[in-house]
């Protein structure tokens, strides 16, 4: 089976034209309450579900380019059941993991990104919400000498701390070398946020319990710096963001605490789930490169057999994940310095500056549309075409090295979406598809419109791609 042939568009896109002809190519949605069992072949969908999903712990971290809930369950539901092994080759914050944990099914997710795993482990480790809330007790009584009043706070919305008032508050308390720190915090924020890791050391929880007042912590980090929220790239303090934080009130230990309890209620949420089902189905996070995924596996004795893949590949150049999540990896100590913040950013997948010797190595792909959709890019932007390459290849790489941990006739549904680059649109769908024919054989296909903001990959000026197509394959 191979993907029908989209008509080419006449003249280069920009991204909201991109985005109507690829409306276009699909047809209008159809409107259902979850994705059918089996849904036809190039259906596409508009998912309105009445009872929304369970939130469980999918909202620890506002991770870019999450999956879709009930996409996962779908694909979990129909390819696999309870006690089926799954993997999530890029995990990401870990949706697939949460979904396959609250149905019993044993996962591993492997993700390059440190933050990443830190989040996807702190989301799927079960703990008994009791002994969290009393954490979260004894953190906000060691914080209660420190806390602001009111008053005090909205003097802080205008001005900071001086420089000699930051020493001797901050005094032995550990920060992170971030380059251009107070750039990015004003002092105030970075003694407290300082006081609440060091009230999450000092309690001396447990490694699981303290990972997951760490994530919340991170959970915090964007919204109480300078930089927006809701970046348009990675990670920037915009014109319109400066404008806001000129009076701008930022209570660092109440969004923690608040943010802890809402986690707190998702963790007694998703343990209740995993008693009704009578899961006790591990899930393991490594860190390390898709790629690779069979040796990352051995390296740390996990089985290096799954019969079924669920997964969200990065976009090419979409998420820029290195700069946006370096706030919260510089403070939760996962990168120190800028030379291994560098290094790491050279090893994601579907990046945008990709080395002279990284893509040196890429050539031709045997696939006549692609090639030609490299040429035409390249003639406008040789960078960008660069870029597009490396991502093939690496995609090519990545189809190779998941089909290597999968038996014959197992499953991989990966999800996917088609974007534009220098105006030409890149058919992503139909070229992975060819990529991965291969080690599999294409079986089903659909799409759905992405409605959660954040779930959208941005391109230029916010527009974001409001498709994403699952692609069932199996494995030959
Ligand atoms: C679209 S996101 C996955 C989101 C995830 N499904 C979720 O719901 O949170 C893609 C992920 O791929 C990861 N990634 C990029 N390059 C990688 C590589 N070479 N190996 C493993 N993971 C990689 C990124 O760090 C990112 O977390």
Redesign the pocket.
């Known amino acids: 089976m191979t993907l029908p042939k989209p008509s080419s568009p006449a003249t280069a896109l920009s991204a909201p034209a991109l985005d109507s002809w690829c409306a276009a190519q699909l047809g209008d949605p159809i409107r259902v309450p979850a994705i059918p069992r089996s849904p036809a072949r190039g259906a596409s969908f508009d998912i309105r579900s009445p009872d929304g999903h369970p939130a469980y712990t999918h909202y620890l971290f506002r991770?870019p380019?999450?999956?879709h809930p009930p996409v996962v369950s779908w694909a979990l539901e129909s390819y696999g059941r309870r006690g089926t092994p799954v993997l999530?080759?890029?995990?990401?914050?870990?949706?697939?993991q949460v979904e396959a944990l609250a149905r019993g099914m044993p996962s591993v997710g492997?993700?390059?990104?440190p933050l990443?795993c830190l989040v996807a482990r702190a989301k799927t480790t079960r703990l008994p919400s009791d002994e969290l809330v009393e954490g979260l007790g004894l953190i906000e009584a060691m914080l209660s000498p420190f806390r602001r009043e009111e008053q005090e706070l909205e003097g802080l919305a205008a001005t900071d701390i001086s420089a000699a008032q930051f020493e001797d508050d901050v005094g032995g308390l550990s920060y992170p070398a971030i380059p251009n720190l107070f750039h990015w915090f004003r002092r105030y924020v970075v003694v407290d946020l300082a006081r609440i890791l060091w009230a999450v050391d000092r309690a001396r929880f447990g490694p699981n319990t303290s990972r997951f007042f760490r994530a919340c912590v991170a959970s915090i980090i964007r919204r109480v710096s300078n930089a927006d929220p809701y970046p348009v790239s990675a990670l920037e303090v915009s014109r319109v963001q400066l404008a806001r934080n000129a009076d701008r009130q930022i209570c660092v230990f109440d969004s923690f605490v608040s943010r802890a309890r809402r986690q707190i209620e998702g963790m007694r949420a998703l343990h209740d789930q995993c008693a009704k089902v009578d899961s006790c189905a591990p899930a393991e996070v490594v860190c390390?490169?898709?790629?690779r995924a069979r040796d990352v596996l051995m390296g740390v004795d996990l089985p290096i057999e799954y019969p079924l893949v669920v997964?969200?590949?990065?976009?090419c150049t979409a998420?820029n994940?290195s700069r946006r999540h370096k706030l919260e990896m510089y403070w939760l100590g996962l990168v120190r310095d800028q030379d291994q913040h560098i290094d790491l950013a050279h090893?994601?997948?579907?990046r945008r500056w990709v080395r002279r010797r990284d893509w040196e190595a890429c050539g031709d792909f045997g696939v006549p549309e692609l090639d030609r959709t490299l040429s035409e890019v390249a003639e406008r932007k040789r960078p960008r075409a660069r870029a597009l390459r490396h991502y093939f290849w690496?995609m090519s790489r990545a189809f190779g090295g998941i089909s290597r941990v999968m038996p014959k006739a197992g499953v991989l549904s990966c999800a996917t979406g088609d974007s534009v680059s220098c105006g030409l649109p890149i058919m992503t769908t139909r070229f992975l598809t060819e990529l991965a024919s291969e080690h599999f054989q294409l079986r089903n296909h659909f799409s759905y419109v992405l409605r959660n903001r954040y779930m959208q990959y941005p391109l230029r000026n916010g527009k974001g791609i409001r498709h994403e197509h699952i692609l069932v394959f199996e494995r030959r």
Do not use: C, E, H, M
């Open positions: 991770f380019a999450k999956f999530d080759p890029f995990t990401g914050s870990g949706t697939v492997i993700d390059i990104d990443a390390g490169d898709a790629l997964t969200s590949p990065p976009y998420v994940y090893s994601y997948l579907g690496s």
